[in-house]
Nanobody
Framework: QVQLVESGGGAVQPGGSLRLSCAAS???????????MGWFRQAPGKAREAVAS????????KYGDSVKGRFTISKDIAKNTLYLQLNALQPEDTAMYYC?????????????????????WGQGTQVTVSS
């Protein structure tokens, strides 16, 4: 069982930045380095949206179209921690942000941004962008 705990959310003005973290813990026979991880977000009344995903090796990444060029996902395998750097934040980025993890294997290239494929989820951290 893998536990994920997000942190780093908050309120920021348009154009501002935040850095979200997701700490992984719990027992896993395969090791955290085998898990691909992602960030997803959901605003009230809206569907869950893919933000970014990183393959288990920490090198390959994918981004949702609305955040490309503004957000950066990274994975520190040694610290079992996932990060999301949010820059140039806009009011439409306001949402609850969740991290998720799963062992993908070769299907990550196809399913990395599909939230339905992820097995473990954190409780979320709120990001509010407002002037």
């Amino acid at each position: 069982q893998v536990q994920l705990v997000e942190s780093g959310g908050g309120a920021v003005q348009p154009g501002g930045s935040l850095r979200l973290s997701c700490a992984a813990s719990g027992s896993t026979s395969s090791g955290y380095s085998t898990y691909s991880m992602g960030w997803f977000r959901q605003a009230p009344g809206k569907a869950r949206e893919a933000v970014a995903s990183v393959f288990s090796d920490g090198q390959s990444t994918k981004y949702g179209d609305s955040v490309k060029g503004r957000f950066t996902i990274s994975k520190d395998i040694a610290k079992n921690t996932l990060y999301l750097q949010l820059n140039a934040l806009q009011p439409e980025d306001t949402a609850m942000y969740y991290c998720a993890a799963v062992i993908f294997g070769s299907t990550w290239s196809r399913d990395g941004l599909n939230f339905r494929k992820y097995r473990y989820w954190g409780q979320g951290t709120q990001v509010t962008v407002s002037s």
